[in-house]
């Protein structure tokens, strides 16, 4: 009986630190991404790690995988349903095969700039957005700005015409392989991660993208010219396996719902000026040279790229896209 007894206790005592080192295991969460650290997305998700595991000491651990280390375009959004990584921020030209609706943002010249790109992001309809892919198992947490989209190329583009002929890289995105077919070049769709090679081996000739990411990924060493458009945008959705979120702790998902809120209100208030720095890194860096457009010459841009609209306007609706118009007046 007493032999029985002491057995129960071990039994019960070694229970018990099972569970004790089973809560002190922290949290394994996994933050991928495909840019450098020195980019609006870079710092954001780098600011995430910091905060999370200082709010919440012990309880969570969060790997920041910059540059396509862990998974690059094409794989990672099936790696967040497998749960092999728990946090991405893929741009938001990245979502067509889940919600057709987020290709709103890839539409050319729909947004005058950022500001009005964030005024739809937090309107009723652009916070619905977020919610969209919950049935696919994806849950978007926050948007997160990188900036306006600038043309590149070997060659100067001031008019629609100057890119006729021309290969240019897109992001897999229906919306822009119609938008350079539009200017009757010819679009590759290719991963960030083979950006760099593609244009020095001229794969292709030109592409767009944001002064951030064209500085730490180089592309002045292998681009003469940069045209000024700002004709679209390169934001982020962070996203997460809505399972893995929903499963979490209350407390520990709280806390990390109140750290995103915070970090996202950092990253947008810097990404422009990361920009700007990029910008001007790229002018010292004197390989290249920035076409500006008068505005005559964008809008020639814009009548060149806006038919694209219609082909989308059902997968897309017209109703958001005339929120999103709207976006434009303060
Ligand atoms: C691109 O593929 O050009 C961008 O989506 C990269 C990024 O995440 O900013």
New binding site residues.
């Given amino acids: 009986m007493l032999k029985l007894t002491a057995k129960a206790l071990v039994c019960a005592m070694s229970l018990s630190f099972a569970g004790l080192s089973q809560a002190e295991e922290p949290i394994s969460i996994k933050f991928a991404?495909?840019?450098a650290e020195h980019t609006p997305?870079g710092q954001g998700a780098l600011l995430f790690k910091k905060l999370a595991e200082e709010r919440l000491p012990g309880r969570v651990k969060v790997e920041v995988y910059p540059n396509s280390s862990l998974f690059g375009?094409g794989k990672e959004m099936e790696a967040l349903l497998l749960g092999d990584v728990q946090l991405l921020a893929?741009?938001l030209?990245?979502f067509e095969h889940y919600a057709k609706q987020i290709q709103i943002f890839d539409l050319p010249f729909i947004f005058d700039d950022i500001h009005a790109v964030d005024r739809f992001q937090q309107s009723p309809q652009g916070k619905a957005l977020l919610t969209s892919m919950e049935g696919k198992g994806i849950t978007g947490l926050a948007y997160w700005h990188?900036g306006m989209k600038q043309l590149s190329s070997n060659k100067a583009l001031h008019e629609p015409k100057d890119a006729r002929g021309l290969k240019f890289r897109v992001?897999a995105s229906a919306v822009l392989d119609e938008q350079f077919k539009a200017l009757r070049a010819a679009p590759r769709k290719m991963?960030?991660a083979e950006?760099y090679q593609g244009l020095q081996t001229g794969v292709v000739n030109g592409t767009e993208?944001t002064w951030s990411?064209y500085e730490s990924q180089k592309v002045h060493e292998v681009q003469k010219f940069f045209t000024e458009s700002d004709h679209g945008a390169?934001d982020?959705m962070v996203i997460t396996n809505t399972k893995f979120w929903n499963g979490l702790p209350e407390d520990v998902r709280t806390e990390l719902d109140k750290v995103m809120a915070e970090v996202t209100v950092e990253v947008n208030k810097q990404a422009d000026d990361l920009n700007r720095a990029s910008r001007q890194k790229i002018i010292d860096a004197g390989t290249s040279e920035i076409v500006t457009l008068t505005p005559e010459q964008r809008e020639e841009w814009r009548k060149a790229m806006q038919p694209v609209w219609k082909k989308f306007e059902k997968d897309i609706g017209a109703d958001l896209i005339e929120a999103a118009q709207a976006a434009n007046t303060p």
């Fill in positions: 991404h495909v840019v997305k375009d893929p741009s030209a990245k990188n992001q991963s960030f950006v993208n990411n390169i982020y």
